[in-house]
């Protein structure tokens, strides 16, 4: 490799989406000289979100859905997968010609691609874990016991929460920590409909908003959201968190913040008489040159499966099946979470109520599965679910299913029609060894080897989803509404719906853990084998509850980089 340049830093962060940028700004905040890496291209706030308030018709395509093989979805592929993939936003999508990757059963690797990563488009729910979470894998042997509990992290829960801002509802459930909230966003009508009737008929559940990145009341310049949507184009006010929004101007506004775009790492440069990782091999993505950057820290967080292909293609002799990977779990225990199974239904009434704006949330339904107490247990599954949902009127394009023609019909759309409410499940996935990433022998156009992906869901899943559709449908039921009918998307393992990697949520493969022998890294992220290697993105869970992760991950981050910089304040790293 022909390097062209040197160049050293305190510390070297690879990405720069929701953990990378987390890193970034307590790295220089705490006087590091930092280096963010980022393979995408450069993304300014504002000036950079190009459709965000473009209205349809100035689209070519009218801001279609963007489904696998129409057009437009051309060099998306895999990205095509996802409804969040439409014609206002492919452009913070990754290139999957550019990008590929393997699939040994249907896996939906979605990606970003610009500075920022995924935290631009990402859904903004933010969900506490608890001790049930934590505690999990050793109260029923599935995976390897946490190194931390609850009481470790909620400290940096609160931390980030202050700082990013967070719209939600206290519950005081011990299964779902309150946490620092910003004023609640409100229900419609036929939400409290539901929750009214839910909550009534099954005491022991609650109907939430749910708890969001997105504030209610302006903070740090940010401002309250106006309802303006829609949200994953780029939000020019700062009002939802992003790299953009928050981070990253934190760890500019120190100084101490440089940032490469389109540059792919290949690999991790580690000196093993020092037993340090010293710098990083880097591909111009544009030129395909090559070069060297050297730091005394190294946080990876490329997310989940990209922080995997980096550290599995960082060999040396003494690490030949990958970087810190003596204890051979590199790669494993792959998961996500599985949704798309659930019910929704009619609502009868309300005809003279309606709601305004575009409220960037909906409803969330916590976990009531597996508590730890008899009346909560199921006999045939381990773990549990939480729902997202809400409920909504159609609009006048729904003219284009109904009987009729004309001025009658277009009186009969002048009116938006009746309510409808939907809710799906988003279920726990077990940590499993078979489930689990390696390189191929085939490589992209930057030399690097491409990534191989083997993941599916396992019995205690396919179980799990049944009762994620029968309890929709019963709630649904029980509050009144008409017409309910379950839905689940799986389509058995080896045809696209409800896959592996669809929910955006995959986690693992560098897992936590007290034993070097078991796990890759330690209670603080840290890389047993190597002291100043770090990752803190999705690769380091152990298991991955049924709450949306993120707020997890910049939490971990957080808290790592306090570690590290104390540590190497006392001269150990």
């Not at 509990?149 to 980030?160: I, K, L, N």
């Not at 022998?441 to 990534?451: A, C, K, M, S, V």
């Not at 034993?515 to 152990?542: I, R």
Request: proline share 5%; with cysteine.
């Amino acid at each position: 490799m022909h390097v062209v340049r040197r160049e050293e830093y305190d510390a070297v962060v690879v990405g720069s989406g929701i953990a990378g940028g987390w890193a970034a700004k307590e790295l220089t905040e705490k006087g590091l000289r930092t280096l963010v890496i980022e393979r995408g291209r450069n993304v300014e706030h504002g000036k950079d979100y190009i459709t965000e308030h473009k209205p349809a018709w100035q689209l070519p395509l009218r801001n279609e859905r963007l489904s696998v093989g129409t057009k437009g979805a051309e060099q998306y592929p895999i990205q095509a997968r996802t409804g969040q993939f439409h014609e206002a936003v492919k452009h913070f999508f990754i290139n999957d010609r550019k990008h590929p990757y393997v699939e040994d059963k249907p896996f939906t690797w979605i990606q970003g691609e610009q500075v920022g990563g995924k935290s631009l488009i990402w859904g903004r729910q933010v969900y506490r874990w608890s001790d049930l979470d934590f505690e999990a894998n050793l109260r029923d042997g599935h995976g390897l016991d946490w190194p931390i509990r609850y009481a470790d992290v909620a400290p940096w829960y609160s931390y980030v929460e202050r700082f990013i801002g967070v719209s939600g509802e206290r519950l005081g459930l011990p299964q779902l920590p309150d946490g620092e909230f910003q004023p609640p966003m409100e229900m419609n009508a036929g939400e409290k409909f539901a929750k009214a009737g839910i909550e009534r008929a099954f005491p022991d559940r609650r109907v939430t908003i749910g708890r969001v990145a997105i504030l209610t009341e302006s903070l740090n310049g940010r401002l309250a959201c106006h309802y303006c949507g829609p949200c994953e184009r780029g939000c020019s006010t700062g009002t939802y968190f992003s790299s953009q929004s928050s981070t990253l101007p934190a760890a500019r506004a120190t100084g101490r913040l440089t940032i490469v775009p389109n540059s792919i790492v290949h690999s991790l440069i580690y000196d093993a008489e020092r037993n340090r990782v010293t710098g990083v091999r880097v591909v111009d993505t544009t030129t395909h040159a090559t070069r060297e950057y050297y730091g005394r820290l190294m946080f990876v967080c490329a997310s989940t499966l990209n922080t995997t292909r980096v550290l599995l293609n960082s060999k040396s002799s003494r690490f030949p099946d990958g970087l810190a990977n003596s204890s051979g779990v590199l790669g494993h225990y792959l998961m996500d979470h599985h949704f798309q199974a659930g019910a929704n239904g009619v609502i009868e009434g309300l005809l003279d109520r309606y709601y305004q704006g575009n409220r960037p949330n909906g409803i969330y339904i916590p976990r009531f599965r597996n508590l730890g107490d008899e009346t909560s247990r199921r006999g045939d599954y381990v773990r549990g679910f939480g729902y997202q949902g809400g409920a909504s009127r159609p609009g006048w394009g729904r003219g284009g299913g109904e009987r009729g023609f004309g001025v009658e019909l277009k009186r009969r759309l002048r009116d938006p029609g009746g309510w409808r409410i939907g809710i799906t499940g988003f279920g726990e996935c077990l940590p499993r060894p078979d489930n689990y990433v390696e390189l191929s022998d085939q490589t992209d156009e930057f030399g690097i080897p491409l990534l191989r992906v083997h993941c599916t869901w396992s019995d205690n899943e396919l179980a799990m989803r049944k009762d994620m559709a029968a309890s929709a449908a019963e709630m649904l039921e029980a509050a009144g509404c008409k017409e309910v009918k379950t839905y689940d998307s799986y389509h058995g393992g080896d045809g696209l719906g409800a896959e592996p990697g669809l929910a955006i949520h995959e986690m693992g493969t560098a897992r936590m853990g007290r034993d070097p022998k078991t796990s890759v890294l330690n209670g603080y992220d840290q890389a047993h084998d190597v002291p100043n290697l770090f990752v803190t993105d999705g690769a380091c869970m152990a298991s991955s509850a049924c709450q949306n992760p993120s707020i997890t991950y910049m939490a971990l981050t957080a808290r790592a980089c306090d570690y590290a910089v104390a540590e190497l304040k006392r001269g150990k790293q």
